[in-house]
């Protein structure tokens, strides 16, 4: 079968496409047919490498899929072939202590499909029987397969971890990204005013017609933090979406009200910050980390995407041949929404 494949860390250079062996489904798992799979931030990342990730090469990449079940392994129960459906790429023991209490992504063994084990960029993935779910019947393949690991991270982030409420405003940072447009869905589908700042004018337009409230250039306006107090009354948001890290810290604290909540989910411009510890006790932030989400958070999300009929915002769709294309305008951070491929 056709796959994209990386033959070592590093840069564009070690993507490959080839011919790879055909996975077969293990006890308690499903081979999936793959129409249409999506690119993340974390497959650069793992195409990069980072200490520790202990790889086998050449590693077939890529986490987000939608399919039809070609074949189900042994002692299988709720899946059959011929399903339409979408994964849930995130992978835990199913027996520890978190595990036992629905919360998944704390799993000591927590991995991700793509990262722990083979990835969806590929004709076919064989993956765990319990990560896959049915398909929302008003989405296709490529808007299914551009839903999982975006989504169920900003739901996360907002609902499980953040507890946003109708009525709050958010500010999200560099609108354009998956998780940070999934975010902006999500918060408008909970009743929140949302904040959001990029340095594309384009990109601030098209949030607007998404139901972003406000919109911050924040290469004309150098001090995001001010003009969010300004369009507060002074008062700041309640919960700030960052998926960004070193680069939009320091105006987090500056942005959040008193009592507010900083979720946190990426490092993309660094992970390494200077935390103002005086402005995170004496207005009493709450900083929380978010990985991720468990099979409770994902079946809420989708049945919340099914109900509003939401659709995930499509950057563009290429088939698998230009996947090295896929991961440059990622890099270079031009697109608007998800990126498909196509197998």
């Known amino acids: 079968m056709m796959a994209v494949t990386i033959s070592g860390h590093g840069g564009p250079e070690v993507v490959r496409i080839q011919d790879a062996p055909e996975p ?25 490498g980072r200490p520790g990730m202990g790889l086998r ?41 978190f595990c036992r209490r629905g919360r998944h992504s704390e799993c000591p063994s927590f991995t991700i499909v793509g990262l722990g084990r083979p990835g ?8 765990p029987a319990e990560c896959a779910y049915p398909k929302p019947g008003h989405l296709d393949f490529r808007s299914a397969a551009a839903l999982p690991l975006a989504h169920l991270t900003a739901w996360r982030m907002l609902v499980a971890r953040a507890a946003l409420r109708p009525g709050e405003t958010v500010l999200i940072h560099g609108i354009g990204g998956g998780v940070a447009l999934a975010g902006l869905q999500i918060a408008k589908l909970l ?7 990029s340095s594309s004018r384009e990109k601030l337009n098209r949030a607007r017609s998404l139901g972003a409230d406000q ?48 979720v946190l989910c990426g490092v993309t411009t660094g992970a390494a910050a200077e935390t103002p510890l005086n402005v995170l006790y004496w207005n009493q932030v709450s900083v929380l980390g978010s990985t991720m989400g468990s ?22 769709v290429l088939p698998l041949e230009r996947a090295a294309e896929a991961f440059a305008r990622m890099e270079a951070g031009q697109q608007f929404g998800k990126i498909v491929l196509t197998p």
């Open 191 to 197: 009743g929140a005013e949302v904040i959001v700042t």
């Open 295 to 316: 099979h409770e958070d994902f079946r809420l999300m989708l049945r919340a995407v099914a109900a509003a009929k939401l659709e995930p915002v499509v950057d563009s």
């Open 57 to 97: 090469f050449p590693h077939v990449v890529g986490s987000d899929a939608a399919g039809v079940v070609a074949e189900a392994g042994p002692a299988v129960q709720g899946v059959r072939p011929g399903d339409e459906v979408i994964l849930n790429p995130g992978i835990s023991c199913g027996c520890c202590e």
């Open 24 to 48: 077969r489904p293990a006890a308690g798992e499903v081979l999936l047919d793959v129409r249409a799979a999506a690119l993340n931030h974390l497959d650069i990342w793992v195409r990069k």
């Open 215 to 262: 919109t911050i250039d924040y290469a004309a306006e150098p001090d995001v933090a001010r003009k969010v107090l300004d369009v507060t009354g002074g008062r700041g948001a309640d919960v700030v979406l960052d998926t960004v890290g070193a680069a939009t810290w320091k105006t987090d604290f500056a942005a959040v009200r008193r009592g507010g909540r900083i």
């Open 120 to 127: 969806t960029f590929a004709e076919r993935v064989a993956v």
